[in-house]
């Protein structure tokens, strides 16, 4: 069964005080991952998919990067702006009409002014 | 481009009842998806919708729903009867092709809360 866990739950951080979250998976033959951005009462926002390892995609503040068993999303100099809940997901290559994602439960991330 | 829409944004019934919640995909996208998200858990997926037919229901969790996407455009989520259980956050997704495709990914509306009483 494919799995992801993102750490930490929460993470409160300084404005400009650069950090990462985690997100490690298990799955059977990666299709891609994914990076997501859910603002309370809103709908998970699409930031980033990643599809191979090595691979590193950026968007502003951001930078995502994958290996064999993780992601990272680095945020340099963040801002209050910048604090919602930050959601992975992953999709199987198991079947070619495989569209499901499995998502990891989270990192909520607050930047403090 | 609009995004997908869902409705209610909130809806409070008792157990027993029926809800009957609705989603207007991205005009154009074939690929339409229900997930849901119950109090501390991740996201999960339900199923997912090729225009009108059924591709994955696998993420269903009993015969109480019953998700319909007639003429393959909007689509409608009924559970009936409803447990406490039930829930939670339903998000309604919707992409042009496979997510992992270049420029496909799921666009995500806003969700339903749904609360059982």
């Known amino acids: 069964e494919d799995q992801v866990t993102q750490s930490p739950e929460a993470l409160r951080l300084q404005e400009g005080e650069s950090s990462s979250l985690n997100c490690s998976y298990t799955v059977s033959g990666l299709r891609g991952l994914f990076w997501y951005r859910q603002d309370p009462g809103k709908g998970p926002e699409f930031l980033f998919t990643l599809y191979s390892a090595g691979e590193e995609k950026e968007k502003e503040r951001l930078k995502a990067t994958l290996t064999k068993k993780e992601s990272f999303l680095h945020i340099t100099a963040p801002k209050p702006e910048d604090s919602a809940t930050y959601l992975c997901?992953?999709?199987?290559?198991?079947?070619?009409?495989?569209?499901?994602?499995?998502f990891g439960k989270g990192t909520l991330l607050t930047v403090n002014p | 481009e609009a995004g997908v829409t869902q409705f209610p944004s909130h809806s409070v019934i008792e157990k027993g009842q029926t809800v009957t919640l609705r989603c207007d995909p991205i005009s154009g996208h074939d690929n339409l998806y229900w997930y849901r998200r119950v109090m501390g858990k991740e996201i999960k997926f339900l199923l997912h919708f090729v225009k009108e037919s059924k591709q994955d229901e696998s993420g269903m969790p009993n015969n109480r729903f019953l998700a319909e996407r007639t003429g393959g455009t909007y689509s409608t989520l009924k559970v009936q009867p409803a447990e406490l259980e039930d829930s939670g956050v339903y998000f309604c997704?919707?992409?042009?092709?496979?997510?992992?495709?270049?420029?496909?990914?799921?666009?995500f509306g806003n969700g339903t809360r749904l609360t059982v009483t």
């Open positions: 997704a919707s992409s042009q092709g496979n997510p992992s495709s270049y420029n496909s990914p799921l666009h």
């Open positions: 997901a992953v999709q199987a290559g198991s079947g070619g009409s495989n569209y499901k994602l499995t």
